[in-house]
């Protein structure tokens, strides 16, 4: 499989794989999930992140022989917000209809936590979201892709910033690279969200 970078036509199917994956993340699966088990709003909540990230040409994705995103990787150049103000406000309109009033609040919680947990110094890449589509796990696509990724950066000289939501990846990251700078427990259920960095490795 090809790396390459998504444009417009591909956000519906970048979209797609990330709530599948994410389903069942141990941080995102409660936190955005409805009271009453309802899943329905999970594709239009991720598509805001991808929408907003494919203007700078840094969403990447391998394709899959029927159309899918097969994996996908988005990641923010230094200093751009994940949302701009308006989808932010959209993200929250939908997610206050999603949840009940105290799952809402948890869910806005976790958002502080994440953001100041983010470093602002040195300038770096940030990988919001890295997703394998499920019929595609086991097959260490993924693990390609963020090697693929990781390149690019390092001939730029430019470090680069993640949070792990599932310990089971941490090991993976470690192997590409990165290391655990800090982190902090999910408000719903006290995931562990550990927060890494790379230095760019000499090229």
């Known amino acids: 499989m090809q790396t390459r970078i998504a444009g417009p036509d591909d956000v519906d199917a970048v979209t797609t794989t990330i709530a599948l994956a994410f389903r069942d993340d141990p941080v995102w699966g409660p936190a955005l999930t409805a009271a009453d088990g309802g899943t329905d709003h999970l594709e239009a909540f991720w598509r805001f992140f991808v929408a907003g ?95 693929d990724t990781l390149a690019r950066f390092d001939a730029e000289g430019t470090p680069t910033y993640l949070e792990s939501t599932n310990p089971g990846n941490d090991h993976r990251y470690e192997r590409a690279g990165f290391r655990p700078v800090g982190g902090f427990l999910s408000v719903l259920d006290g995931a562990v969200v550990t927060t890494m960095w790379r230095d760019p490795r000499p090229v």
């Open 53 to 147: 990230a494919v203007p700078h040409g840094s969403v990447f994705l391998q394709d899959g022989p029927d159309g899918e995103a097969a994996t996908v990787a988005v990641w923010l150049p230094p200093g751009v917000p994940e949302l701009s103000d308006d989808q932010e406000h959209e993200v929250d309109a939908l997610m206050a209809d999603a949840l009940p009033p105290e799952r809402f609040d948890a869910y806005q919680r976790l958002w502080t936590l994440f953001e100041e947990s983010h470093p602002d110094d040195p300038p770096h890449m940030y990988l919001s979201l890295l997703a394998t589509h499920p019929a595609h796990r086991g097959r260490g696509i993924g693990q390609r892709l963020l090697a």
